[in-house]
């Protein structure tokens, strides 16, 4: 259908007044625009029957129907299909995002769940889960060692290698319950050095992959199931373990698992309302903004979680305990998107729906077990 065009405001002048050679050829009652008919033959008017004798006091508004092919419309023009196209991408986008959005939240919600039964439980349930976290997350990291961006400009291992420095990896958490110490890594280089033709970027790769994917969360099974002291100061009911249960192991890890999480999601709410200076170029989206709110979360989590189980005692070595957890998560966080950025690709995996990988998902605890271990020995545990 044409569309309706408002065309101009005036006077109108009856017919009776008009002098000029059309006077004889128009109706008595009927308006006359003058240069409109000549342009757009086919205009039709649409208004009330004007009243002539008020025509100097009264303007009437001429709205005008013209055809496609006067306005020179043949159909939608390029420049509105692209417009359209902009908006259905933008409305498949939110609904995208909406629907990720969803998934990191339920699918958060139960490893959060899950992970906290495993904490709680100890012991071997705890070093196995660890492990299978450890046996997936060696393999993400060989597969992007692997990966064409990384293996451009070096000799990556190869493939059964990688599948077992993954196996040494997941041994190595049930090696130190066993045994307490981390002793399969200084056996590892010479797997590399028996290749026929070994390359010092092999090695390197192959080295860093055992002590990021295996060594460092070691500590955790150190810190969890190492540290049997009890928490003094306060007594614990039988209905959660009694007070053998709850061991300074126990309570840091909870603390320090908790500090991780508030520092990822206070980081990411104050960088989405706040963030403008970017924090480093190898990961664009996080911002100095951001990073201030995750450590300001994190040290108010701390500082309540250590009030509520009577761990650490003095409010100066529980708030550099949550420095030290946000550290150590930014830095593991850090280390893995550069991983990823010279990889090339923006999720270690896909194994979490909404989440990526095994090792996005524990990137910001790698480094953290490391710390907060050396920090409760220090303390005098």
């Not at 970027?201 to 049997?228: E, H, I, N």
């Not at 709850?246 to 520092?263: Q, Y």
């Not at 150590?328 to 280390?335: A, E, K, Q, R, T």
Request: net charge positive.
């Amino acid at each position: 259908m044409a569309p309706f065009v408002e065309v101009c405001r005036y006077k109108p002048v009856p017919s009776s007044l008009c002098t000029c050679p059309c006077r004889s050829s128009t109706p008595r009652n009927s308006l006359i625009l003058p240069k409109l008919s000549v342009k757009y033959s086919n205009l039709r008017l649409l208004c009330s029957k004007p009243s002539f004798r008020s025509v100097n006091r009264r303007v009437i508004t001429a709205v005008a129907r013209v055809e496609s092919e006067q306005l020179g419309d043949d159909g939608p023009s390029k420049e509105g299909e692209e417009r359209d196209k902009e908006d259905s991408s933008l409305d498949q986008q939110k609904v995208k995002s909406r629907s990720q959005f969803k998934k990191r939240v339920v699918f958060g919600l139960g490893i959060g769940l899950s992970v906290g039964g495993v904490v709680l439980a100890g012991g071997w349930v705890f070093t196995l889960a660890l492990a299978a976290a450890v046996l997936l997350s060696a393999r993400e990291y060989f597969e992007l060692v692997r990966s064409k961006g990384i293996a451009r400009g070096m000799t990556p291992p190869p493939r059964y290698l990688s599948r077992v420095c993954s196996v040494i990896c997941a041994l190595m958490p049930i090696l130190t319950l066993y045994r307490g110490d981390i002793s399969c890594v200084c056996g590892c280089d010479g797997v590399v050095v028996t290749e026929r033709n070994p390359r010092f970027s092999q090695l390197s790769s192959t080295m860093f992959g055992l002590f990021y994917c295996g060594y460092l969360p070691c500590f955790w099974v150190k810190l969890r199931c190492g540290l049997t002291a009890p928490v003094l100061g306060r007594s614990w009911p039988v209905l959660l373990g009694g007070q053998g249960h709850w061991t300074v192991g126990l309570v840091a890890i909870l603390v320090s698992f908790c500090g991780i999480i508030a520092s990822d999601t206070f980081a990411f709410l104050g960088g989405k309302a706040f963030g403008k200076t970017p924090l480093i170029s190898i990961s664009p989206k996080k911002t100095w903004e951001g990073a201030v709110a995750g450590l300001v979360g994190c040290i108010t989590v701390t500082v309540l979680l250590s009030k509520s189980l009577s761990w650490p005692q003095p409010i100066v070595s529980t708030i550099a305990f949550g420095v030290l957890n946000f550290l150590g998560s930014v830095f593991g966080d850090l280390i893995e998107s550069m991983i990823k950025r010279d990889a090339g690709v923006k999720d270690s995996g896909s194994l979490i729906p909404g989440h990526g990988g095994i090792l996005d998902r524990v990137d910001s605890y790698v480094f953290t077990g490391a710390l907060a271990y050396s920090f409760v020995r220090l303390h005098g545990v």
